[in-house]
């Protein structure tokens, strides 16, 4: 099959035709066919055990460079010294029981004509239908001064794991009186609510361990997730945390490493502790598939998940163009269930459903202080849109007992999330 | 193409591929899988949100009626319940009534 764009309704009777030509041999032989899932977090590792679940004869392997995953989602937290990296950290080995046959080695090419992944340990593994869940790079070109050196006196903590630890000693040592600046990227980025709630939950740890202290946002919008929540418990919690809009000259435009300083058009900002978090794209081997396309994400099927680019090649989670679908580890799993549920059907010559997804995003804007976004998604005109009447954020007005049940709900949707994926 | 023969061999794909239960993860109506996100779907997730597994559909239903009205107080359910018919909320607790631990 040729990899030119492809009406869905093209490429389902084309696959049709296909499953009555092609595999009658596997047919016989008992075999559901091969997926290969690169990247084992909330999107992949969902979706690697959905398609087992769905479909036990399928041979499901999952490609995945670290032995342990660390997740982001309340990562924040670790930040700000309210709970340990550890309680982020997750491993395979329930998936290796299902069984998912993991490869441990990271993805190094994709040949999507070929229909072969291969790993940095050189195995080749061939597919008929190949999921990428990558997450997301860091655009180092994208920031003048921000280098992957940079991100060691200024970490951006946006991939959880040493860099989480570094921005949260580098708070620990500050002075009680110093000046922390962060700064916020322009849409499409990972979490968009992330920055504030972490902003939120720094000026927590500093209004309780360090009160002299300030907290600047540095920020490349105008408006952002949740914002009028955001700001109303600001206002209420924390008086030291000034947020800078674009229009009021937020946007960072370079970094000065040496002088610890963050540069806008407007002016200098000199930080005890920076953290950055830049701008970012869909991980590096989307791009070697061929499913980035020049905006640095991916292309999708509101449907199916198949790339927009490449045959036989799904994209869910933060790598994915989901329309009004957050970059959110909910919204990952909830991709990767229906992906999964569409490759199976795909594999076996049938036409997936029409899918419904559903996002809920929660933010800690202080321990006991809990607010969210849902929304409910489906396709309509090649994309996917919320539904009407089903997107909202918390109520503004709630009383303190509301915030301190979402901040329960919150710590439960981390428990069951992570048992539903990892579990 | 040969149409039949298309037609017998996607048939012959599903026979043999045809093996999931009729509460399995391939009969879960469009949004039910999303549910477990925050409803645990194992019972060894501990958490204060409220199983669907097994569940009366009924009852289900009556809950998302009472969300989408605003006749219970939610945190989330009663924008989440917005987003579906009353059919596609019947669907989904019935596939969530007939499964089992």
Redesign the interface.
Known sequence: MAAKRTSRRQFLKTA??G???LP?PA?AQ?A?GRVVVVGGGFGGASCAR?IK?????ITVTLVEANPTFIACPFSNGVIAGLRDLNAQEFGYDKLAADPVVLQLSPGTAIDPQGRTVTLGNGTRLPYDRLVLSPGIDIRWDGLPGYTEAAAERMPHAWKAGEQTLLLRRQLEAMDDGGTVVMSAPANPFRCPPGPYERASLIAYYLKTKKPKSKLIILDAKDAFSKQRLFQNAWKALYPNLEWVSLSSGGKVTSVDVAAMTLVTDFGRHKADVANVIPPQKAARIAEMAGVADRTGWCPIDPATFESKLQPNVHVVGDASIAGAMPKSA?SA??QA??C??AV?KLL???SP??????N?CYSLVAPDYGI?I?????PADGQIKE?E????V?ALDAPSS?RA??A??AN??F???T??VF? | MNATRVVTAVALVFTLTGHASAAGPADAPPGALSCSGCHPAARTAQTTVSRLVGRNPADIVAAMQAFKSGQTPATVMDRIAKGFSDDEVKAIAAWYGAQKD
Do not use: C, M
């Open positions: 049709a035709a499953a009555a030509l009658l047919i008992g559901g959905f679940r769905i479909d036990p004869r909910f799993n909830a269930k229906v999964a549920a199976v076996a010559g049938g459903d029409e899918p419904k997804l559903i809920t969210s849902v929304g409910v998604y489906r539904v009447g089903s997107t909202g918390s509301t049940l979402e329960t709900f439960d949707w428990k069951t999330i048992n539903e579990g």
